[in-house]
């Protein structure tokens, strides 16, 4: 069989890679074009700032030709910036289910005297939920909408009359430690895949970037587990207290050479495979 292309294997790589982002992303109420405009705000703002000749800012025509981006859109994107992007999206870039909420609390139609939302009937009465929903449910059908928003806890009912809980759609409450883990743990991580994909660095001049693993019996699964768990918390302290003797503080100070390094340990199972160490 043929050895596919270099590009297509990283893409077949990344794919599975982001597999559990994109579950992320599904349990959070994030859609596809919401992801779409991260990505594309990404390709121009790294291609604008990395790419450049002589230190100067990549120009509009190879940012086009470098993403696969109209000159049009690579401008658009480059004028306004992620900042107003995002403000954008906040504004009225709703998802079906976020935008059923937002005008539940906002349209006329749906509020009472004292511009609170009202409660309404699953599809009796003028109005119902499923005006509410053909109306700004987009072509998403209105039962599948009620009953994502009702297995998310963002709206209530009282005698088969409904009322919203939430003023915005987030399938399943974010913590702030995802926010963390996902740029201090996977961001830090990627940035070390790809400094040492870099040329300069892939004949021994990379970043630690280390993992071992094992095919373990089921009954040894929970034994392997605390083990590897006592020994990263063992390491984990050496490590911190090492950096600790060093770490910038009182008797140290910052200087614009100064970083912040570290290392990160992570726990991972594997439903299937049989992989090969060679």
């Known amino acids: ?36 405009e991260v990505a594309k705000s990404l390709f121009v703002e790294i291609s604008t700032n990395e790419y450049g000749l002589r230190g100067r800012k990549t120009n509009i025509s190879r940012v086009a030709i470098m993403t696969g981006l109209t000159r049009k859109e690579v401008k658009k994107i480059r004028d306004d910036g992620w ?18 909420l937002h005008f539940w609390h906002t349209d006329t139609d749906y509020l009472d005297g004292k511009g609170k939302p009202i409660s309404l009937a699953y599809d009796s009465g003028d ?4 005006t509410l929903a053909k109306k700004y449910g987009g072509d998403v059908p209105s039962g599948a909408l ?24 987030v399938a399943v409450d974010m913590g702030s430690s995802l926010m ?20 300069e660095h892939i004949s021994g001049h990379g ?11 089921k009954k040894k699964l929970s034994q392997s ?9 063992r390491f984990v302290e050496d490590i911190d207290s090492e950096l600790a003797s060093v770490e910038i503080g009182d008797s140290l100070k910052p200087d614009r050479h100064s970083k912040t390094i570290g290392i990160g340990c992570y726990y ?8 090969s160490k060679s």
């Open 1 to 36: 069989m043929t050895e596919l292309p270099k590009h297509i294997q990283l893409l077949d790589a990344s794919r599975n890679a982001l597999k559990p982002l994109f579950r992320i992303f599904l349990r959070s109420g994030i859609s596809y074009k919401d992801f779409t």
């Open 225 to 233: 587990y605390k083990i590897l768990r006592n020994r990263v918390e």
């Open 127 to 130: 109005p119902c939920f499923l």
């Open 180 to 199: 963390t883990a996902l740029e201090s743990g996977l961001g830090r991580h990627l940035s070390t895949i790809d400094f040492n994909s870099r040329p």
């Open 83 to 100: 900042e107003k992007m995002r403000e954008d999206k906040i504004s009225n870039k709703l998802s079906p289910a976020s935008a059923v």
């Open 146 to 169: 009620f009953k994502e928003l009702i297995r998310a806890d963002a709206i209530g009912t009282d005698n088969d009359r409904f009322y919203p809980v939430k003023r915005h759609f």
């Open 268 to 275: 991972f199972e594997d439903d299937n495979k049989h992989k």
């Open 207 to 217: 970043r630690i970037d280390r993992f071992v693993w094992a095919t373990i019996p």
